[in-house]
């Protein structure tokens, strides 16, 4: 044990450290300060002993208390899934769509359902927010609708999906006109420029008066005698400013006469739940107003 | 007067002689601290502001306030579940705690000019550690005796007599603690049905939990820990030199004048002698147990009870009082060198500055509650998709907007655009006459609708300002976002 030594000036007592002949006094702590310190370390031990704290050989340290982040989230997951389950229940038993619709509550909900269930299984296709997909995934947050936009008509859309093997989807076929050589090209040609016609695009007069008879003769029966679509069979409206397939070019229109694209969506009537295709139904709805 | 002088002797010896008894001295002991009555003017200022800030902290919670059904009638409530803070008319929302920061901003600079006015007045008279800690001072003198008595007795052997003194003390102690506790907790719920709740054991464990917390540390912080809170925990000692200059007034001992101190003889010739007849009355009475008389230092609270006790001291060897006075730095210079001292300058560079400052943050504080709206709207401009293109050719864009309706009375209301007199808007779930309607201290969220012909959307994105309008009091509400189009 060195002798303390005291430095003459101050009376204080110094550490016995010197540095180019500094002497450092010696300050100490008051002694609650150190216990403090005991103290933080006594619970940082006690912690080590409850919780998961550090690594071992085979993960880490279990704590004795068992807590567990993944346990903790799986109860609160519980919870939220019971919280909910009222309002499960409630769409389940709504009697209608529209009845789900009217509820300012169920509405709430069922758009917050719906857009996770539509994140989850249709974002894929028709994207974030129904925006859609070039190449024959329509978007649903316009006012367009090749199957029809009633709440009713998007749940059987939703539930039966479309040119699908379930008996209850929806079917339609536009015949190969070009291919299956029941057209001319030079038919085409006409037709195409008829179809722009109906948006006002037409460069060409006689061309589309020649495409109008040819129109009447083999696409008006599902397209409407203006072109203005029919949804029971899903044809799509030809004289307004939507095309699923191509830009509306006559280039596109041509391509689409010759050898049709149809789109094909799964029936997710087994896949998702009753209350599920209700949210969800209810979501897209909700996406452009509806019809 | 001896027997104070001789215990009160200085400091540092009393931290040298300790050390030199123990063995290994790694750490100072606490130096207890037993401050002695006094009487004085700054006493009874002290007093004064001890009974004011206490009588308000305690009876503040208990003002009432009538917000009509369905709101809480208490005059100052942060309801933390409820998501609302009550300040007699105003309320606030989570969205507005600016009005806090502003709050806080005019303290801060409240206690930069009070400091550099007049020192450490913050601390001596009003901080709440120097307050609670005073009234658990004057429990102890009350219960154990004054200064002697009470070093006379923490020294006794354990006797039935000093039990039962301190079981008093503590127990007075506690008490109050628990009151002060509850008083917090008060704030933040219901004050009668909460004490009700206490008492019948009815109260939620937080409630409990946090009464015990500030119980406890009320009775740790002003008890036990003392000036030792002011030494070492709190930052401010620190930093408020910053505050300070030549002109701010703190408590001084006026060395010119009491030097050479001493012992003096009632009747003897003063010819060489200070004032200061080296009494220790200044230090016995100095709650952080300095002596003032070894300069301004970080301990010193500013309380100016020192000054109290010498002013008794110099009318009784027939001195002019105020040996131990609030004089500013520049006046000792002065004097210390022979000169007359000058007037006291409260209006200096710093002090205008600080003065500007409050006056500016307080007027735009009280002009913000002043027009302070009860109706506010928020809008999300749609990410996915950005616009969508409709079947006549137009564009519509997709908006969340969300209506804040602070009122205690349901609304309703009506949406427009500024920009597009002519824009289409729907709104998603509204009635079909497109009223939007609000609950009662409610945010309610609607999903708007907007379209525009193509000719009209110029560049990429338009500015778009939503305009909504109460339909029975004309009240609006406006938002700026954009419109996005396709690009040209
Ligand atoms: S020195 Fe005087 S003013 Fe400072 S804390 Fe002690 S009694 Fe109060
Ligand atoms: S300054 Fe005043 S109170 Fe302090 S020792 Fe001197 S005479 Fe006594």
């Not at chain 1, 709430?108 to 927010?129: M, S």
């Not at chain 2, 600079?109 to 006015?117: C, E, H, K, V, W």
């Not at chain 2, 000036?227 to 060395?255: F, H, K």
Request: net charge neutral; with cysteine.
């Amino acid at each position: 044990m060195t002798k303390r030594e005291i430095d003459s000036i101050s009376g204080q007592e110094t550490t016995g450290h010197e540095w180019d002949g500094i002497k450092e006094l010696n300050h100490p702590l008051p002694s609650w300060w150190l216990y403090t310190f005991y103290a933080s370390i006594l619970v940082a031990v006690i912690y080590w002993v409850l919780m998961p704290a550090i690594p071992w050989f085979n993960g880490h340290s279990n704590g004795i208390l068992g807590y567990s982040q993944r346990a903790s989230l799986d109860h609160v997951m519980e919870a939220a899934t019971a919280a909910q389950a009222q309002y499960i229940a409630r769409i389940d038993q709504a009697p209608s769509l529209a009845a789900i619709r009217a509820d300012a509550d169920l509405f709430n909900f069922a758009q917050a359902g719906g857009r996770a269930v539509f994140n989850e299984n249709c974002a894929a296709c028709h994207g974030l927010g129904g925006s859609g997909r070039p190449g024959g995934f329509p978007t649903l947050a316009d006012d367009d609708w090749i199957w029809g936009g009633t709440l009713d008509d998007i749940a059987q859309t939703v539930r039966h999906g479309i040119r699908n093997a379930d008996p209850d989807s929806r079917q339609s076929v536009m015949p190969n006109f070009g291919t299956d050589s029941i057209l001319t090209a030079p038919q085409i040609a006409d037709v195409a420029e008829f179809v722009l016609s109906l948006s006002n695009r037409s460069t060409d007069t006689a061309a589309a008066g020649r495409g109008k008879t040819v129109f009447a003769d083999n696409c008006a029966a599902c397209h409407g005698d203006n072109g203005q679509g029919k949804p029971e069979l899903g044809a799509p409206n030809l004289a307004d400013a939507i095309w699923l397939y191509g830009d509306g070019s006559k280039l596109a229109i041509m391509a689409q006469v010759t050898k049709p694209k149809m789109g094909v969506m799964p029936a997710w009537g087994g896949r998702l739940s009753e209350a599920q295709q209700r949210m969800v139904t209810v979501y897209v709805h909700s996406l452009s107003g509806g019809q | 007067m001896t027997e104070t002088a001789l215990q009160d002797s200085g400091t540092q010896e009393k931290v040298a002689s300790r050390r030199e008894q123990r063995a290994e001295p790694l750490y100072v002991g606490r130096i207890r601290v037993y401050p002695r009555k006094v009487r004085g003017t700054l006493r009874r200022f002290k007093s004064a502001m001890l009974v004011l800030l206490l009588a308000i902290y305690y009876a503040a919670p208990w003002l009432r306030w009538d917000r009509g059904p369905g709101a809480p009638d208490q005059a100052l409530l942060i309801d933390l579940p409820g998501r609302r803070a009550y300040f007699f008319w105003v309320e606030i929302w989570p969205q507005e705690v600016y009005y806090l920061t502003g709050i806080l901003v005019l303290a801060a600079l409240g206690l930069f000019l009070a400091t550099s006015l007049f020192g450490r007045v913050w601390c001596g008279f009003t901080c709440p550690q120097t307050v609670w800690t005073d009234l658990f001072m004057w429990v102890e003198r009350t219960i154990e005796g004054d200064r002697n008595a009470r070093m006379r007795l923490d020294k006794s052997p354990l006797s039935l007599g000093k039990v039962a003194k301190k079981i008093a003390k503590h127990g007075a102690w506690l008490v109050i603690a628990l009151l002060t506790g509850g008083a917090w907790a008060m704030y933040f719920t219901d004050a009668p049905t909460l004490v009700r709740q206490f008492f019948t054991g009815g109260a939620t464990v937080t409630v409990y939990f946090f009464v015990g917390l500030f119980t406890f540390t009320t009775y740790l912080l002003a008890g036990w820990a003392r000036e030792q809170v002011c030494t070492y925990m709190c930052p401010w000692p620190r930093i408020q030199g910053a505050m300070l200059d030549e002109d701010s007034l703190n408590v001084t001992y006026r060395a010119w004048r009491g030097e050479p101190r001493g012992k003096h003889k009632a009747g003897t010739s003063w010819e060489g002698h200070g004032d200061c007849v080296d009494c220790f009355s200044c230090v016995a009475v100095c709650p952080t147990g300095i002596d003032i008389r070894d300069g301004a230092q970080l301990e010193c609270i500013g309380c100016g009870l020192c000054i109290d006790a010498c002013n008794e001291v110099m009318e009784k060897v027939g001195r002019p009082r105020g040996l131990i006075d609030f004089d500013s730095a520049r006046n000792i210079a002065l004097q210390s060198a022979g000169k007359p001292p000058v007037a006291w300058r409260p209006f200096r560079l710093r002090t205008i500055v600080y003065v500007t400052l409050l006056f500016l943050v307080a007027a735009g504080v009280f002009a913000a509650l002043g027009t302070r709206s009860t109706l506010d709207i928020n809008v999300l401009p749609e990410r996915t998709p950005l616009f969508v293109l409709l079947k006549d050719g137009s564009i519509q864009n997709a908006y969340t907007i969300k209506i804040l309706n602070k009122q205690r009375q349901a609304r309703e209301f009506t949406l427009a655009v500024k920009e597009h007199p002519g824009a289409r808007i729907e709104i998603v779930g509204a009635d079909p006459a497109g009223v939007l309607a609000a609950k009662p201290d409610h945010v309610a969220t609607y999903r708007v609708l907007v379209s525009l012909p193509r000719a009209e959307v110029g560049e990429d994105s338009e500015a778009m300002t939503f305009v909504l309008t109460d339909k029975s009091s004309s009240d609006t509400a406006r938002h700026q976002t954009v419109f996005r189009g396709p690009d040209r």
